[in-house]
């Protein structure tokens, strides 16, 4: 009989043995300060506090007297797009000086992956695999924000996100959970930099809190539904990495799960949030999302769904005025209590203190030296080629010879707004350098045919131009994709090929015969099945942000090499989706020994009669390119796995080495995964889990012997009986350049 070991984090009944997983410093100044504070403040007070006032970023004129009046009356917690540096200012004043106990604002703003310099979007950073990148992509961005003002940040999003068709799976860190770790880490510690009271650090939000990436058929806002198991082992460890970091704020999640909807989910907010992880920071709902539970068929008005807000443990309600209409009243009704109250706000207040808002809430008023930078536009420029995946490279056509001639094609050859990507309200496009503009400034001799004026286009008319001009040259560049209009949110597809003539333009162009090279900008995985064959390399780029140009020309011509691997699973088609490589066995897994092709099948077939194993008879079982995947300009070998003993026990660790070999001729860099498999458990667990990765860099004819450590740590998950261990019995563990792929070895855990 399998022997559990229980580390029991204690959920729901079991909530007296339990044992918070972020150590919380309790910190009696803090709390004494914010106990202080909280008896001198007035209930409006108090309530104003738990108000987030939106603002459209594109007032004109003066400060409405309206929001300046709010602030004087205390009425006011946080504004969100005050993105005017003097309304910050005025408003700022106005609460720290003429407000009843003079508590300071905090302004936020969406700061996603850059706020003047732009980054590639997140699901591009994620293909990073490189927490350093990350981490200077957020301190970047917080450096340039925090001179508007802006002291807060509703990234990082921490969604899993295992659907291509969902449009905010552009602005997530994929679909592991592990790599989604690291990130999230990473991400809470560049924006929040070292201290939080300096005046560059934003406090960062983690979201959306929780399950918002698996709506259904990932259409956005829809039902999530997930088991505790899920929650536990794929959904929440970002988080929690997020919070071990010290993020100081969670945003609610706009879906339902199970049946609750996030803003109003007491087990979510208080006994997961609370007490399992100990979070003392405090949460926002997303935008409208307390009043938002109305259409959902939780509350059946305003105040109900402010009731349910405050009970669930919400302590900021973004732009919907709920709790300022309703909670006076609800308290005379005894609907909730004013210790409630007090609670919620002192979350509040003692993220404040934090910030040193109280000694300094003024903004750095010289700003002008700091957005834009050399440095900034460097390390996005890093970014980007980190970022990009190289997805084809058939008779290794990449890296181009300069010398030949050179045709551009395409709808996002030269778009400096669209390259940027989803949520970038404050970069400016005419910092952009585009691959057009990259090449000019490089003397490329190349020719440009756009072909196609945006990625929708179906306007044939300028096709002609576009063939004239791949004639005349040695090499086609196609630079195609989505918009960035076609990701983020509310921005799901049911159909995620190029969209527009694009697929049409690229057969055109391949009947010529001259090599293609395919450069894709989205904010997804976009199927190019139908294109594959047609084209010679596939760079995808996702939406590489401000530096694109430079990243795609450099990697072009081969003075760096694209460095990204797949933090998603590809699909061939979007009917595969949902889509992720660490899925479960099922009591049939798909083979190829079975798979029998739909056209296969011998007209009249009996019932059942063929291959009866997990897979679609038109599209198999396998990705077009699996999770972790992704080329570079050289070749490695992987040889000699070695386990330092057959047998992991609770006192020793496993040193498990591989040696790695660069078997091209030009220098490169590796992402060296490492999976494991537990084989049987109480609870089935998935085919594969990332557990480990390390990226390395060896010259043409190097090799290295690449060492990880594993200890019982790093195999434990939790069961439906939500008990916290590793079981005893057998493990496959594999080492190898993509979840698809690797030298296989097995112990036990005893
Ligand atoms: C999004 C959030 C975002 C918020 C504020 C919502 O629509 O879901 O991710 O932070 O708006 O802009």
Redesign the pocket.
């Known amino acids: 009989m399998k022997r559990i070991h229980i580390y029991i984090i204690t959920i729901l009944g079991l909530l007296i043995s339990c044992k918070k997983e972020t150590s919380v410093k309790t910190n009696n100044a803090l709390e004494n300060k914010v106990s202080e504070l909280l008896t001198k403040m007035t209930l409006e007070e108090k309530i104003g506090q738990l108000n987030l006032r939106?603002t459209s970023s594109r007032v004109k004129g003066s400060l409405p007297e309206e929001l300046k009046q709010a602030v004087r009356e205390g009425k006011v917690g946080a504004f969100?797009?005050v993105m005017n540096k003097q309304y910050v200012d005025e408003l700022q004043q106005i609460a720290t000086t003429e407000s009843p106990n003079k508590i300071p604002l905090i302004f936020?703003?969406?700061v996603?992956h850059g706020f003047k310099t732009i980054f590639p979007i997140p699901l591009g950073m994620a293909a990073s695999w490189d927490a350093d990148v990350a981490k200077s992509s957020s301190r970047v961005a917080a450096i340039e924000a925090s001179s508007f003002g802006v002291r807060w940040t509703?990234?990082p999003?921490l969604d899993i996100a295992r659907d291509a068709r969902w449009g905010?799976i552009a602005?997530s860190p994929g679909e592991d959970p592990y790599l989604a770790s690291i990130l999230g880490k990473a991400y809470v510690e560049g924006f929040q930099g070292d201290s939080l009271n300096d005046p560059t650090s934003l406090i960062a939000?983690a979201?959306?809190f929780i399950g918002?990436g698996a709506a259904i058929g990932g259409r956005d806002y829809n039902t999530a539904i997930i088991n505790k198991e899920l929650l536990q082992n794929v959904y929440l460890p970002p988080f929690k990495a997020a919070f071990k970091a010290g993020s100081q704020t969670v945003?609610t999640?706009?879906n339902e799960m199970n049946g609750i909807p996030a803003s109003g989910d007491k087990y979510l907010l208080q006994d997961i949030l609370r007490k399992q992880i100990g979070f003392d920071g405090f949460v926002v709902s997303?935008?409208?999302?307390v009043t938002e539970m109305i259409p959902h068929g939780f509350a059946k008005d305003e105040k109900h769904a402010a009731k349910i807000g405050i009970n669930a443990g919400l302590n900021m309600e973004?732009?919907s005025q709920s709790y300022e209409k309703y909670v006076k009243e609800l308290l005379q009704e005894g609907k909730i209590t004013e210790n409630q109250i007090n609670s919620l706000v002192a979350d509040i207040l003692r993220v404040k203190f934090r910030m040193g808002l109280f000694e300094n809430s003024k903004r750095a008023q010289d700003d002008s030296g700091k957005l834009y930078t050399e440095n900034h536009l460097q390390l996005a420029k890093e970014a980007a080629i980190k970022s990009s995946v190289l997805l084809k490279n058939e008779g290794n056509l990449l890296p181009l010879n300069k010398n030949k001639k050179i045709v551009i094609i395409g709808p996002l050859a030269n778009k400096p707004r669209e390259q940027l990507g989803t949520?970038t309200f404050d970069g400016d496009k005419t910092h952009t350098k585009t691959p057009v503009t990259t090449f000019q400034q490089n003397n490329v001799d190349f020719t440009f045919v756009e072909g196609l004026t945006f990625s929708r286009d179906i306007a044939e008319n300028q096709f002609q131009k576009a063939i004239n001009a791949a004639k005349q040259s040695d090499f086609i560049i196609f630079i195609g994709g989505e918009e960035a209009i076609l990701s983020g949110?509310?921005h799901s597809r049911a159909n995620i090929n190029l969209p527009g003539k694009q697929e049409k333009l690229i057969k055109e162009l391949a009947k010529i015969g001259k090599p293609i090279v395919l450069v894709i900008m989205a904010g997804r995985p976009i199927t190019i099945t139908n294109i594959i064959k047609d084209v010679d390399a596939v760079l995808m780029t996702w939406h590489p942000g401000t530096m694109g140009g430079p990243a795609i020309y450099d990697m072009i011509f081969g003075n760096e090499e694209p460095q990204g691997r797949l933090p998603v699973t590809w699909p061939k088609v979007a009917g595969q989706l949902p889509l992720f490589y660490n899925h479960k066995n099922t009591g049939r897994p798909a083979s190829s020994k079975e798979f029998v092709h739909i056209n296969d099948i011998p007209i009249g077939a009996w019932q059942s009669s063929l291959g009866n194993t997990s897979h679609y008879l038109d599209a198999g079982f396998t990705p077009h390119f699996p999770f972790g995947y992704g080329l570079g300009y050289t070749t490695f070998e992987y040889t000699n796995l070695t386990l330092s003993s057959n047998v992991l026990t609770n006192a020793n660790t496993l040193k498990i080495s591989v040696d790695i070999k660069n078997t091209g001729n030009r220098k490169g860099n590796e992402i060296v995964q490492l999976y494991v498999q537990d084989v049987v458990g109480s609870i089935t667990r998935p085919v594969k889990e990332l557990k480990k990765f390390k990226k390395i860099s060896l010259e043409a004819g190097e090799q290295q012997t690449v060492t990880f450590e594993l200890e019982v740590n790093d195999l434990k998950y939790y069961n439906n009986k939500m008990e916290y261990g590793v079981e005893q019995g057998d493990f496959n563990i594999w080492i190898g350049k993509n979840a698809a792929n690797g030298l296989k070895e097995t112990f036990k855990y005893e």
Not at 286 to 289: A, C, E, P, T, Y
């Open positions: 939106g969100l797009n936020a703003r969406d996603i509703f990234a999003m905010r602005e939000c979201k959306h918002y945003m999640a706009f997303d935008w409208n999302s973004m732009t949520w949110e509310a």
